[in-house]
């Protein structure tokens, strides 16, 4: 049996492997119940059905699940299909995590030396401070560098919060490098944790999935309550520089109609919207482009309303 990665799946495959359950259904058809899957692996996801499905796929098969799977890659509505003979629970020692979930490509000991690149470069001693009481406790620093950005769009892997935040921060810095008048501090900040919450949003243990808290909180305001708490032990911390921290978090969403309780009213605010929606727009475009290797036009993306086009793989002649 073929063992390969979701991406690398072509019809006729006949595979043999471990996924995580992302999302299960069962469905009435003429010959009585099947079971609709979506699988996933550090590469992608995939639908899957099984005809056959046996007790334990029909009552105990449970979202968040890894199993070993077995079956052949076919097509359903031009998009490729795994037809799954036969499955079970997989046990802790026969998998890898990295091997279920995605990863962010850059490793731990980068995207950290970077986090640690950012602050070193913030002159404002509370605002330092402040920075230093999240990445020196170790607690929080490696939840941090676990997370992930998002459940689909951006950045959605293990390890891509920390990748986003970094890329961020260091993007809003290279904008303000054309307007004097901008506050490094600020940007840094606001880009290193204005997603910080999403690490108490997302589950990111087999299958990447909103948390309670995530759902009936939302990680902007999981963000701000951690900034407010700290910034509160920390003597003789200013309410006024407080409260522009707080600004930076809670308008990075940049309208309402997207989620943000108050919309941007310091340029700094204005900079790190446009910084966020950047870098999580490219990383959500480069996901679909290196999904094609590169090239051509994608699919209709929903989120964005459009196709995007890659061009032919050719370098441009002129």
């Not at 997302?202 to 309670?212: A, L, M």
């Amino acid at each position: 049996m073929q063992q390969k990665k979701i991406v690398d799946f072509v019809k006729d495959d006949q595979i043999e492997g471990y996924f995580s359950i992302r999302k299960k259904e069962v469905r009435e058809y003429v010959r009585g119940l099947f079971v609709s899957l979506e699988l996933g692996d550090s590469s992608g996801r995939l639908g899957a059905v099984m005809w056959e499905p046996d007790q334990f796929a029909l009552e105990e098969l449970a979202e968040g699940m890894v199993v070993k799977a077995r079956g052949v890659v076919g097509e359903y509505r031009n998009k490729l299909q795994f037809t799954v003979a036969r499955l079970r629970l997989a046990t802790d020692d026969e998998y890898a995590l990295s091997d279920i979930m995605p990863h962010s490509p850059q490793s731990r000991e980068e995207r950290l030396a970077r986090l640690r690149a950012l602050r070193d470069q913030i002159e404002n001693q509370h605002v330092r401070a402040l920075t230093d009481s999240f990445l020196d406790d170790p607690v929080w620093l490696d939840g941090f560098l676990k997370a992930a950005a998002g459940k689909l769009w951006h950045h959605a892997t293990v390890g891509g919060l920390s990748e986003h935040s970094a890329n961020v921060a260091e993007l809003t810095l290279r904008v303000a490098q054309g307007y004097d008048f901008l506050n490094r501090d600020y940007l840094i900040f606001g880009g290193m944790f204005h997603d910080a919450g999403k690490m108490a949003a997302y589950d990111t243990r087999t299958v990447i999935d909103f948390t309670d808290a995530g759902r009936l909180i939302d990680h902007i305001c999981i963000s701000d309550e951690w900034v407010c708490r700290r910034a509160q032990a920390i003597d003789g911390f200013p309410e006024k520089l407080l409260m522009i921290l707080r600004h930076l978090i809670l308008s990075h969403h940049g309208e309402r109609e997207f989620g943000a309780p108050v919309v941007p009213q310091m340029p700094e605010a204005f900079i790190l919207y446009y910084c966020d929606e950047i870098d999580s727009k490219m990383g959500a475009i480069d996901r679909i482009r290196s999904r094609q290797d590169g090239r051509g036009w994608s699919e209709y993306i929903n989120i964005l309303n459009r196709f995007l086009y890659f061009g032919d793989g050719e370098e441009s002649k002129g």
